[in-house]
Every structure is written in structure tokens, then in C-alpha cells.
């Protein structure tokens, strides 16, 4: 309930412009996004990649209103990715792509402009051996996002996508997209949807979750299931003896700055445990999400905000 209001609260320009004012707010951001710029992410992804971690890095920035802002979010991934090869990191660093944040919200061409821009990011991406998968945001871009992943994917079949389990419309998607050579990231859902489309209750989304990777684990798809969720590990594990999959054949992801034990101990068992590295200065609707996630990080942050730390 708390989160909902807060996700509601959060697109008031003027919650905007009182979070981002005050000037402890940074200290706080830093606990879940990597930094500001290229640099700073880079230290970021050699500190877990050392420690057997792969990556999935998201430039962050989203609804982008013009054009020009649009393209250079897309320049920046290039330099981004030009920054990965010298890591020789492969497919073990790949990038996360926001659609809105290439242009998809610029109204009429706003899905060219997207493509445009993803295409490019997909052709960089190739060159340095890497993928790009595209997450998912509020529930009327979902048709856009997957019929802009369906044009790339004939030029670049690895191109992923996220999906939300708390969709009603999820299951089905997860059933189009179950076919080889298809990468699928699974997820709750992190945005305030009407009941309209999507399941309210938390238990529900948890048991959507488990219909909808029931159904990747049985495909013939790559699942990446990203939770940091004990109990849907569990039940992942479950399904991968059920359906035969060897470790290689599915992957974990998790967000930076959360549940780091727990990312450490999936990889030191073998699983190839994938890190969400949010970097960039437009960090304002990621951070937003993560308060609303969990009461307890309203509080870390309030406390910051009084204790000043
Ligand atoms: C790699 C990755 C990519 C994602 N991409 C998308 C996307 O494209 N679109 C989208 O809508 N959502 C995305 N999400 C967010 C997702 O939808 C959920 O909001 C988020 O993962 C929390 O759900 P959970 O499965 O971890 O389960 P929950 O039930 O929310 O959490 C389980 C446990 O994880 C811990 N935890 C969860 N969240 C936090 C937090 N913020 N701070 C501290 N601890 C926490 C707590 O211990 C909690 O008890 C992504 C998540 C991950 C891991």
C-alpha cells in the first residue's frame, strides 16, 4: 500500500523536485546505483565480474521527451559497449535497454525512433560479443516493446526482454516467447498498475510468477530469472531438475546493492548470477522503485535524511 502511494507519488514533478533537492539523496542513491558516469561504472563491473559475477549494465534515464535526447542515450550505450570490449568480458557483461529512454515516448514515430536507436545499440553490442536485453516498463509500452524485440531479433536473435509476472497478460507472452533462441528475463514488476491489467495482491504476483516460469523452465527458451525472491529460487531449482536443465541452460539475476550474499553464494554454486548495474545521473525513477519495493528502504532513507548519513 505504502509502495503503491509512493510509486503514485513519485511522477508528481514536485515529489521530483524535493527528492532530488536534497542533497543527502546521493549518498542514499549510491547504495543501489553504481555511479554517474562510464568510469564509475566500469570500477564497478571489474569489482563483480572479479568475484565471478556476470553483468547486465542499464544506462538509466527513461521517457525521454525529444529526439536528441533520445539518440545520445543511445550514443552513450555505444561508448558504454566500446568501454566493455576492453574488459573482454564477452557475453558475461551484456547491456539493459529502456525503450522509453531511446525514444519510444515521443508520440507518433516514437517506435521508429526506439528502433532506430535499439538497433544501433544491438549492432555494438554484436561487435564486442555482448547482448542486449530490453526491459520492461509500464503496461501500455508492453505491445511497442515486443514488437520493437521482434524487429531486432531478426538481425540480432540474442536480443532478450523482460516480462512481468504481475500482468495478466504475461502468461501468454510467456508462452510466444518460449521458443529456442529466446531469452527471457522474469520478473514481479515493479510499477503502480491498475487492477485492470494486473494482479494487486503480492501473493498472486508470486503465484503468476511460478505459472510463468513453469512455463519458461519448460521451453525451449534461455529463462533468467530475476528475483531475489528465496522461495522462487527454490522452486526454480525444482523445475530445472524436472524439465532437465544443467545449469547452463537458465541464469539468475539480481539488482546491484541487494541480497549481495545471497549473489555470492549462487555463483560460488555454480550458477552464472547476472548483477543489474544501473549507472548515470538520471537515476530518479530507478531509485524510486527500489523505496517502494521494501518499507525498510523508506527508512534507511528517512534516516539518512535525519541522521545524515
Ligand atoms: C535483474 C533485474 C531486472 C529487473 N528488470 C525489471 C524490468 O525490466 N521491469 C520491471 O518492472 N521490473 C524489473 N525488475 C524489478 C522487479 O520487477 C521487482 O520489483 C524486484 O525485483 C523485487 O521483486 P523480487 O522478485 O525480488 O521479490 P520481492 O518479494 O519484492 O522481494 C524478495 C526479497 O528480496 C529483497 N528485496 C527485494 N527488493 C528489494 C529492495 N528494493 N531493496 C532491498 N531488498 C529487496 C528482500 O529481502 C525481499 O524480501 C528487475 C529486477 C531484477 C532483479
Redesign the pocket.
Known sequence: MLGSLLLAGSRLPLVRRAVSGVPLTRKVVDRFVAGEDVQQAVTAIRRLTDTGLAVTIDHLGEETRDSDAAAATADAYVVLLDALSELGLGSRAEVSVKLSAVGQALGADGDKIALENARRICEAAAAVGSNVTF???DHTTVDSTLSILRAVRGDFPSTGV?L?SYLFRTEEDCRDLSHEGSRV?L?????AEPASVAHQDKGEVDKAYVRCLRILMAGQGYPMV????DR?ISITETLADRFGRSRGGYEY???YG??TDKQQALAGAGHTMRV?IPYGDDWYGYFM??LA??PA?IAFFLRALIGGK
Request: proline share 0%; no cysteine; net charge positive.
Open positions: 526491459d520492461m516498463e523482460a512481468q528475463r520478473v514481479k514488476g515493479a510499477y530475476a528475483t531475489h525472491d522462487l539475476q539480481m539488482l541487494i541480497r543489474y522503485r527500489r519495493e521494501r528502504n
